[in-house]
């Protein structure tokens, strides 16, 4: 590292038990809480809720509003947003001048016009946006639920706590809600999460036994539920419910958060958070205005400008001489000057971000994108960041069995034909050693088909499965392929059949302890006839200390962790009847407590289940890769780009599909942080990581919260410098935290891109949200900037159209800059010569003709212009990274074209007086000269800028000189019409040009022959 951080001595930024600094972390309760794990019982009782339906809070609102303005603020919002920048402001100021008698120069309209389109631009584009929004959330707000004790049905908004809602398949959960009562036996149901959470998996839920057959009055006279305080965890939750004097304990596998979609049958709800205190909403940031890169530089160049014309303006007058009235002529010195900040600049620059909208939604290559937001297409070329989803960004979501390893042996492709000769054969075949291999592998593949929670589901007689993890229906599916097929299940049973026979054998599911992000690991109780199993799957990290004792799992895990596979290490344990006996007293006790529930339950399982569990193997899942992720990601690197991936998946997940994706590069390290607790261990992995930039990090979402409360300008400082990070278990507001924190550290472009409803604050807090149409639904691409439809297609929307807009609005602003500047020190000059006399050169149309008709179109076209070939911009990606630089736009490049503008305008002016003299009755000759000079010099100055000429250019310059010289019969009010008849005035302008642009040529020849941009080396290449 080239500096280093005095670490030791570093002070946390709060106490462990203040209020967090930004985001939450899953053991953390809602902003201005204090941290769960260290909060006293006493005050947790406090801040719990009772809900009772016999009497809802009827003064909650479950509105949903993601509008951005009301009737009332719209304007004066608009107005902020746009005069908050000095560009504008001094547009505005001007044109105001203009009302004014003693200060008016030309006509009104020159100034006002161009302000007020801009306006109107902008605001209908607002206007619009948030008119769909407001759409939007009626639609939602105005859907219907049946609302027991109600006679009609109940509009989404006008549903509160404590009442009893029943929902219906396929409608949206309108409210977070406790599940009470469903139409399965079983008491079970299915949920959508995927604009939740992201995942496209069914969730299953489960009413609690003593509400299930409650009668509708019972449900309105007994129950009560008391509910944690609100908070943003999506995968957490404590609450009890009550009916008489039978309590039974609550977690998240009864609950039903709002923007869900139950998936089958009909379930009945108590709502328990509405509106702004749902889990969405507290993961939903709100959208705010997105202002370019670009525009923020020109701002800060136009202050500069706006300083000189004050200085110029005060200078001219102090030469003149204070007189009685010289704040007027500052005034009108400050107006005549005016053009050096030209109002055609911005107008000329939203015209543009049209264009190049319109170029990326009609690229053939990458079809179906969408411009959302124009605004700020030249962003796209200076991304130094790249913060993405995994699941159905990176990846497919789409798994599939690859691999199984028995110790000894391991099986793949084409291999996978014997594990299904050895299940059906029931392992018996063959020699002894045969069959011992035989009966492990029929061994772990019962276990497979057991230790899972997966559903089998028949629609029109088709078996399908459906489950809350993509990997178990992976290997149920898979189970099924070898010969032992998953046919039904319940909350109390499994039955499993054997192809080859038909047989069927039923077990009982006595307990299921489903996968967490702290525990790792799934296991499952069944009983078989008079036998009693305990069966596990979970990560390798977790599970090599609960097998026995084995000398190859390490190894096999790496070995397959290479490859990119998802592992699990699977285990089983057979259990007395006694031994169970005592684990379920002492599992029932510790389910009933209110406080550290999740930590009571697992001490239980530990201490009676988990040790010394018989090792049956090793297996192997691939999550496929979305379509050319791998050479995306490897030409976003070399195109300087640093990549971040943001998931809510399990560490395991995430390490193997930054492997496959190369997003780790080969050989390279992976320092992984997970359930960091404590400022010591926080400054412990801070000094690790300050000298080891060039490994990658792994961080879970728990030890990611806890550098943000303690370390959090050092953390991101440090990870900023790595190669990649990966950080895992994350919930939607810590992915929206981490790209704003990233933007405010760094003060670079952050690019974030996801395809679920759980990534929209994510992207809406990036300086560019991109989303991705998918299997998710469509409310990440909604929500973003720009909308695509695969991952690949992001590398020709940087590399390509970034590039491009980034390059094409730079030099447009220059040369508008420059075509406003050079008339201004025509005036100089002229005010100059005239005694310093604040009296107006060019006047009336010849101002507005200027910036319009005869320049505007060959400077337009310059948008059209290009360095490269598109398959050279893919080639060479290096290209991309000189452009966060920042060199097209900078200080230095705007000087130079100062200093264009300053020997130009005093050649233009200064020969056109040579030639005709200053004498009042000469002023129209004089004029005539200049202004035709001038402007044939904008005409071959934008010849001299374009590097690849096309057709449009080459018309729009014929079409200008041709218009130019077409309107001189008209002009006779500003020129000397018979001086055009004498051939004095052509050579007289042949000069003022070679003059004036001989040597500007010379300059960037020269320039071009000792240092050659690299774009040219790339060409010359």
Same mark, same amino acid.
């Given at each position: 590292?080239?500096?280093?951080?005095?670490?030791?001595?570093?002070?946390?930024?709060?106490?462990?038990?203040?209020?967090?600094?930004?985001?939450?972390?899953?053991?953390?309760?809602?902003?201005?809480?204090?941290?769960?794990?260290?909060?006293?019982?006493?005050?947790?009782?406090?801040?719990?809720?009772?809900?009772?339906?016999?009497?809802?809070?009827?003064?909650?609102?479950?509105?949903?509003?993601?509008?951005?303005?009301?009737?009332?603020?719209?304007?004066?919002?608009?107005?902020?947003?746009?005069?908050?920048?000095?560009?504008?402001?001094?547009?505005?100021?001007?044109?105001?001048?203009?009302?004014?008698?003693?200060?008016?120069?030309?006509?009104?309209?020159?100034?006002?016009?161009?302000?007020?389109?801009?306006?109107?631009?902008?605001?209908?584009?607002?206007?619009?946006?948030?008119?769909?929004?407001?759409?939007?959330?009626?639609?939602?707000?105005?859907?219907?639920?049946?609302?027991?004790?109600?006679?009609?049905?109940?509009?989404?908004?006008?549903?509160?706590?404590?009442?009893?809602?029943?929902?219906?398949?396929?409608?949206?959960?309108?409210?977070?809600?406790?599940?009470?009562?469903?139409?399965?036996?079983?008491?079970?149901?299915?949920?959508?999460?995927?604009?939740?959470?992201?995942?496209?998996?069914?969730?299953?839920?489960?009413?609690?036994?003593?509400?299930?057959?409650?009668?509708?009055?019972?449900?309105?006279?007994?129950?009560?539920?008391?509910?944690?305080?609100?908070?943003?965890?999506?995968?957490?939750?404590?609450?009890?419910?009550?009916?008489?004097?039978?309590?039974?304990?609550?977690?998240?596998?009864?609950?039903?958060?709002?923007?869900?979609?139950?998936?089958?049958?009909?379930?009945?709800?108590?709502?328990?958070?509405?509106?702004?205190?749902?889990?969405?909403?507290?993961?939903?940031?709100?959208?705010?205005?997105?202002?370019?890169?670009?525009?923020?530089?020109?701002?800060?160049?136009?202050?500069?400008?706006?300083?000189?014309?004050?200085?110029?303006?005060?200078?001219?007058?102090?030469?003149?001489?204070?007189?009685?009235?010289?704040?007027?002529?500052?005034?009108?010195?400050?107006?005549?000057?005016?053009?050096?900040?030209?109002?055609?600049?911005?107008?000329?620059?939203?015209?543009?971000?049209?264009?190049?909208?319109?170029?990326?939604?009609?690229?053939?290559?990458?079809?179906?994108?969408?411009?959302?937001?124009?605004?700020?297409?030249?962003?796209?070329?200076?991304?130094?960041?790249?913060?993405?989803?995994?699941?159905?960004?990176?990846?497919?979501?789409?798994?599939?069995?690859?691999?199984?390893?028995?110790?000894?042996?391991?099986?793949?492709?084409?291999?996978?034909?014997?594990?299904?000769?050895?299940?059906?054969?029931?392992?018996?075949?063959?020699?002894?050693?045969?069959?011992?291999?035989?009966?492990?592998?029929?061994?772990?593949?019962?276990?497979?088909?057991?230790?899972?929670?997966?559903?089998?589901?028949?629609?029109?007689?088709?078996?399908?499965?459906?489950?809350?993890?993509?990997?178990?229906?992976?290997?149920?599916?898979?189970?099924?392929?070898?010969?032992?097929?998953?046919?039904?299940?319940?909350?109390?049973?499994?039955?499993?059949?054997?192809?080859?026979?038909?047989?069927?054998?039923?077990?009982?599911?006595?307990?299921?302890?489903?996968?967490?992000?702290?525990?790792?690991?799934?296991?499952?109780?069944?009983?078989?006839?008079?036998?009693?199993?305990?069966?596990?799957?979970?990560?390798?990290?977790?599970?090599?200390?609960?097998?026995?004792?084995?000398?190859?799992?390490?190894?096999?895990?790496?070995?397959?962790?290479?490859?990119?596979?998802?592992?699990?290490?699977?285990?089983?344990?057979?259990?007395?009847?006694?031994?169970?006996?005592?684990?379920?007293?002492?599992?029932?006790?510790?389910?009933?407590?209110?406080?550290?529930?999740?930590?009571?339950?697992?001490?239980?399982?530990?201490?009676?289940?988990?040790?010394?569990?018989?090792?049956?193997?090793?297996?192997?899942?691939?999550?496929?890769?979305?379509?050319?992720?791998?050479?995306?990601?490897?030409?976003?690197?070399?195109?300087?780009?640093?990549?971040?991936?943001?998931?809510?998946?399990?560490?395991?997940?995430?390490?193997?599909?930054?492997?496959?994706?190369?997003?780790?590069?080969?050989?390279?390290?992976?320092?992984?942080?997970?359930?960091?607790?404590?400022?010591?261990?926080?400054?412990?992995?801070?000094?690790?990581?300050?000298?080891?930039?060039?490994?990658?990090?792994?961080?879970?979402?728990?030890?990611?919260?806890?550098?943000?409360?303690?370390?959090?300008?050092?953390?991101?400082?440090?990870?900023?410098?790595?190669?990649?990070?990966?950080?895992?278990?994350?919930?939607?507001?810590?992915?929206?935290?981490?790209?704003?924190?990233?933007?405010?550290?760094?003060?670079?472009?952050?690019?974030?891109?996801?395809?679920?409803?759980?990534?929209?604050?994510?992207?809406?807090?990036?300086?560019?949200?991109?989303?991705?149409?998918?299997?998710?639904?469509?409310?990440?691409?909604?929500?973003?900037?720009?909308?695509?439809?695969?991952?690949?297609?992001?590398?020709?929307?940087?590399?390509?159209?970034?590039?491009?807009?980034?390059?094409?609005?730079?030099?447009?602003?220059?040369?508008?800059?420059?075509?406003?500047?050079?008339?201004?020190?025509?005036?100089?000059?002229? %005010?100059?010569?005239?005694?310093?006399?604040?009296?107006? !050169? &060019? /006047? $009336?149309?010849?101002?507005? =003709?200027? #910036?319009? +008709?005869?320049?505007?179109?060959?400077?337009?076209?310059?948008?059209?212009?290009?360095?490269?070939?598109?398959?050279?911009?893919?080639?060479?990606?290096?290209?991309?990274?000189?452009?966060?630089?920042?060199?097209?736009?900078?200080? %230095?490049?705007?000087?130079?074209?100062?200093?264009?503008? !300053? &020997? /130009? $305008?005093?050649?233009?002016? =200064?020969? #056109?007086? +040579?030639?005709?003299?200053?004498?009042?009755?000469?002023?129209?000759?004089?004029?005539?000269?200049?202004?035709?000079?001038?402007?044939?010099?904008?005409?071959?100055?934008?010849?001299?800028?374009?590097?690849?000429?096309?057709?449009?250019?080459?018309?729009?310059?014929?079409?200008?000189?041709? !218009? &130019?010289? $077409?309107?001189?019969?008209?002009?006779?009010?500003?020129?000397?019409?018979?001086?055009?008849?004498?051939?004095?005035?052509?050579?007289?302008?042949?000069?003022?040009?070679?003059?004036?642009?001989?040597?500007?040529?010379?300059?960037?020849?020269?320039?071009?022959?000792?240092?050659?941009?690299?774009?040219?080396?790339?060409?010359?290449?």
């Amino acid at each position: 590292m080239s500096e280093s951080i005095p670490l030791a001595n570093l002070q946390p930024h709060m106490d462990e038990d203040s209020v967090p600094l930004i985001g939450d972390g899953p053991q953390t309760e809602r902003r201005g809480h204090r941290d769960h794990r260290n909060r006293h019982n006493q005050e947790a009782e406090a801040e719990e809720r009772v809900i009772d339906p016999r009497h809802p809070d009827l003064s909650t609102s479950n509105a949903v509003s993601n509008a951005k303005y009301s009737p009332w603020s719209f304007i004066p919002k608009i107005l902020y947003e746009q005069f908050k920048f000095f560009f504008n402001l001094y547009f505005l100021l001007v044109a105001l001048s203009q009302a004014i008698p003693a200060l008016r120069i030309g006509y009104l309209s020159s100034y006002v016009v161009p302000l007020a389109f801009v306006l109107t631009v902008t605001m209908g584009k607002e206007a619009w946006d948030d008119i769909l929004r407001r759409r939007r959330d009626n639609e939602s707000n105005s859907e219907t639920y049946t609302v027991l004790d109600q006679v009609t049905q109940v509009a989404s908004r006008d549903i509160h706590v404590g009442q009893l809602v029943q929902i219906h398949k396929d409608q949206r959960v309108p409210a977070d809600m406790v599940l009470l009562q469903s139409s399965e036996e079983s008491a079970e149901c299915f949920i959508r999460t995927d604009q939740l959470d992201g995942e496209t998996d069914w969730k299953l839920r489960i009413a609690p036994h003593i509400t299930q057959k409650l009668s509708e009055t019972d449900l309105k006279d007994l129950v009560t539920v008391t509910a944690e305080p609100p908070r943003k965890s999506i995968h957490q939750f404590e609450g009890k419910v009550t009916v008489g004097t039978d309590s039974m304990g609550l977690s998240v596998d009864n609950t039903m958060w709002a923007n869900t979609v139950l998936a089958s049958g009909t379930a009945v709800g108590i709502v328990v958070y509405v509106g702004a205190e749902t889990r969405q909403a507290l993961n939903t940031s709100r959208a705010g205005t997105k202002t370019g890169l670009l525009e923020l530089e020109l701002n800060s160049l136009s202050k500069m400008l706006c300083f000189c014309v004050f200085l110029l303006s005060f200078v001219l007058v102090a030469l003149h001489g204070f007189g009685k009235e010289w704040y007027v002529d500052v005034m009108r010195f400050l107006i005549l000057f005016s053009t050096i900040i030209p109002v055609s600049l911005r107008v000329n620059l939203d015209m543009a971000k049209s264009v190049y909208a319109y170029q990326i939604e009609h690229d053939s290559s990458i079809p179906d994108t969408v411009v959302r937001t124009s605004t700020i297409p030249e962003d796209l070329g200076r991304i130094e960041y790249v913060l993405s989803d995994k699941t159905g960004t990176l990846t497919q979501n789409d798994m599939e069995m690859k691999k199984i390893h028995v110790g000894t042996v391991s099986y793949a492709g084409e291999a996978m034909d014997e594990v299904r000769d050895f299940v059906n054969s029931g392992g018996e075949a063959g020699p002894r050693s045969r069959r011992e291999i035989g009966n492990r592998v029929k061994d772990i593949v019962t276990a497979l088909a057991i230790c899972h929670s997966v559903t089998p589901s028949y629609e029109d007689g088709t078996l399908t499965y459906q489950a809350a993890s993509p990997d178990e229906i992976a290997i149920v599916n898979w189970t099924a392929e070898v010969g032992l097929r998953l046919v039904r299940r319940d909350r109390s049973s499994m039955v499993l059949q054997l192809e080859s026979t038909g047989q069927l054998r039923e077990y009982e599911i006595l307990n299921v302890f489903p996968f967490t992000s702290e525990s790792k690991r799934m296991g499952i109780v069944v009983r078989d006839g008079d036998d009693y199993w305990f069966f596990e799957k979970g990560a390798d990290t977790v599970m090599a200390s609960i097998v026995q004792t084995n000398d190859w799992l390490e190894e096999e895990t790496a070995n397959m962790a290479r490859e990119g596979l998802r592992t699990l290490v699977v285990g089983r344990k057979r259990l007395s009847k006694k031994s169970y006996e005592a684990f379920s007293e002492a599992y029932a006790k510790a389910q009933m407590a209110m406080h550290r529930r999740d930590h009571a339950i697992a001490h239980v399982i530990t201490e009676h289940l988990e040790h010394d569990l018989e090792l049956l193997g090793l297996t192997g899942v691939e999550d496929r890769l979305q379509k050319d992720v791998k050479v995306s990601l490897e030409l976003l690197r070399n195109a300087g780009i640093k990549i971040w991936m943001l998931t809510g998946d399990k560490v395991e997940t995430a390490r193997c599909v930054a492997v496959s994706s190369k997003l780790v590069s080969r050989g390279q390290h992976v320092h992984t942080i997970t359930k960091l607790k404590g400022r010591e261990a926080a400054l412990d992995q801070l000094e690790y990581l300050q000298f080891k930039t060039d490994a990658a990090l792994l961080i879970d979402g728990e030890s990611l919260q806890q550098f943000l409360n303690l370390y959090q300008t050092e953390f991101i400082t440090v990870a900023t410098k790595l190669p990649a990070v990966i950080a895992c278990r994350c919930h939607p507001q810590q992915k929206a935290d981490m790209a704003l924190l990233i933007r405010q550290h760094t003060k670079k472009r952050v690019l974030c891109i996801g395809d679920g409803g759980n990534d929209v604050s994510m992207i809406q807090a990036a300086d560019v949200g991109v989303g991705i149409v998918g299997k998710e639904g469509r409310q990440a691409s909604l929500a973003a900037d720009f909308s695509i439809t695969q991952f690949c297609h992001l590398t020709k929307l940087l590399l390509w159209h970034g590039r491009n807009s980034y390059k094409r609005s730079a030099k447009l602003a220059l040369f508008v800059i420059h075509r406003g500047l050079i008339i201004s020190v025509c005036q100089t000059v002229y %005010s100059v010569s005239s005694r310093f006399e604040p009296l107006a !050169l &060019y /006047q $009336g149309w010849l101002m507005v =003709g200027y #910036a319009t +008709v005869y320049t505007m179109m060959p400077v337009f076209s310059l948008v059209l212009d290009k360095d490269v070939d598109e398959h050279l911009a893919k080639l060479y990606p290096e290209l991309y990274k000189e452009l966060t630089e920042g060199k097209s736009l900078s200080w %230095s490049t705007f000087f130079i074209w100062v200093l264009i503008s !300053l &020997y /130009q $305008g005093i050649i233009v002016q =200064g020969l #056109a007086q +040579v030639f005709t003299g200053l004498d009042q009755t000469l002023f129209t000759t004089m004029v005539a000269v200049s202004y035709t000079g001038l402007l044939l010099n904008e005409l071959f100055m934008v010849a001299l800028e374009v590097i690849k000429w096309n057709k449009t250019m080459v018309i729009t310059e014929v079409v200008s000189l041709g !218009l &130019y010289c $077409g309107s001189i019969p008209f002009l006779g009010e500003y020129f000397n019409l018979e001086y055009f008849q004498k051939p004095d005035l052509y050579w007289q302008v042949a000069v003022i040009l070679s003059a004036a642009l001989i040597p500007v040529w010379a300059a960037k020849a020269i320039k071009a022959k000792l240092k050659p941009p690299s774009y040219a080396k790339v060409q010359d290449a």
